[in-house]
């Protein structure tokens, strides 16, 4: 039979890459395409002498091409950092809107199944504990956070009305907080946030007074969900992710620990519109998926603390992104 081909944008992304390593494992033929605005060609290197893997080079909100057959469509691409999405505004808010409007075309015109990464932030900084996917967010459209917030909330619309009016077979998933290998170092999430911290030997710097929570989902349990409600047949936004919450203060001291750093919690402000209160009510994935998350937080902090452990002295100590300049303008 037949391979079945599977387009990733964002494939050269913390996620996108564990996903193309994920469908190569499934014995499918994967097209990976990324613009490397935030995402990095290491990532996939090791993907590029297997038969059934392509990558193109692309921004995905300009119009997308792919030759040939597609079964199935992971829109992926995306700013998903909060400093990320600080410095790239504009970006952030095209490839979620007109990115996805382009890979909904694509999907109607190859009658691909498309599914699309949406978040936790479709909530907001929400007034609903835990978040069900019910539940409509609370969100500043004007503030820092809306570029990311709301063109995620365009793209779910959009999604949508392509599944209602054109009868597009759609997947929306909502991510909370995911981590693992693989996440930038300096991309200013918590985690590799910390965990660089510690190994240069600086403080750790908590936002607030660290009493704001996240609930904190290891990759692999993350790819699973995904690769589940691709091939289920419910169209609606499905939440995943872990539903252990921990307030960023104790997660600091879990980091200070896995880490044997000798350094200090430090506080900084809290950003504007930094959500208070995250975690996923995870039933829907159960009962429609079957799915549960598996992997404790000690075990997965211990797999991603000797990844970045492994990195050159050069990703430790680099301030920015390489490709921020070309895109910055
Ligand atoms: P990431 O920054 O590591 O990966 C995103 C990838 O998309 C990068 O490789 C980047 O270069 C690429 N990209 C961005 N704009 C593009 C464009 N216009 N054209 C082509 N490629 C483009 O981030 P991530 O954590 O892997 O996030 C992946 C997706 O998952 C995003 O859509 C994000 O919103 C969503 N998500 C992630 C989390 C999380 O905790 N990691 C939580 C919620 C949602
Ligand atoms: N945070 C922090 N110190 C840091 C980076 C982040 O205290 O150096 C906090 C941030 O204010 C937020 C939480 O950690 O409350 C998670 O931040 P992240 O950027 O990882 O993701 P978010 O869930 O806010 O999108």
Request: hydrophobic share 35%; net charge negative; charged share 25%.
């Amino acid at each position: 039979m037949a391979k079945k081909t599977i387009l990733i944008t964002g494939a050269a992304g913390f996620i996108g890459s564990h996903l193309c390593e994920r469908f190569l494992g499934e014995e499918f033929r994967v097209v990976g395409m990324d613009n490397l605005i935030t995402g990095d060609l290491k990532n996939i290197e090791h993907l590029f002498k297997h038969a059934d893997f392509e990558f193109y080079e692309h921004d995905v909100s300009t119009f997308v091409h792919v030759p040939g057959n597609l079964d199935y469509i992971l829109h992926f691409a995306s700013p998903a950092s909060p400093i990320d999405y600080l410095k790239i505004p504009i970006q952030t808010l095209k490839v979620s809107s007109l990115g996805t409007h382009n890979l909904l075309g694509l999907a109607r015109a190859k009658n691909s199944r498309i599914l699309v990464a949406s978040t936790s932030e479709v909530y907001g900084d929400p007034l609903v504990h835990p978040q069900t996917e019910e539940y409509f967010g609370n969100v500043n459209p004007i503030g820092p956070r809306g570029v990311y917030d709301e063109a995620k909330r365009f793209q779910e619309a959009i999604t949508m009305a392509y599944h209602t009016f054109h009868g597009l077979e759609t997947r929306i998933v909502r991510i909370f907080n995911t981590y693992g290998p693989k996440m930038r170092l300096n991309d200013g999430r918590v985690l590799p946030a910390f965990i660089g911290q510690a190994l240069r030997g600086e403080d750790l710097t908590v936002f607030g007074e660290g009493q704001q929570t996240r609930s904190f989902c290891y990759i692999d349990d993350l790819v699973d969900g995904i690769y589940k409600l691709l091939f289920s047949d419910y169209a609606k936004p499905v939440n995943i992710g872990n539903n252990e919450e921990i307030t960023i203060k104790e997660f600091a001291e879990e980091i200070i620990e896995l880490t044997g750093t000798n350094q200090k919690i430090v506080y900084k402000s809290l950003p504007q519109d930094d959500p208070m209160q995250r975690k996923p009510d995870i039933t829907k994935a159960q009962e429609v998926l079957g799915w549960n998350p598996k992997i404790k937080r000690s075990e997965g902090l211990k797999i991603t603390y000797e990844y970045f452990k492994s990195l050159t002295k050069d990703d430790l100590y680099k301030k920015e992104h390489n490709t921020f300049e070309k895109y910055i303008r």
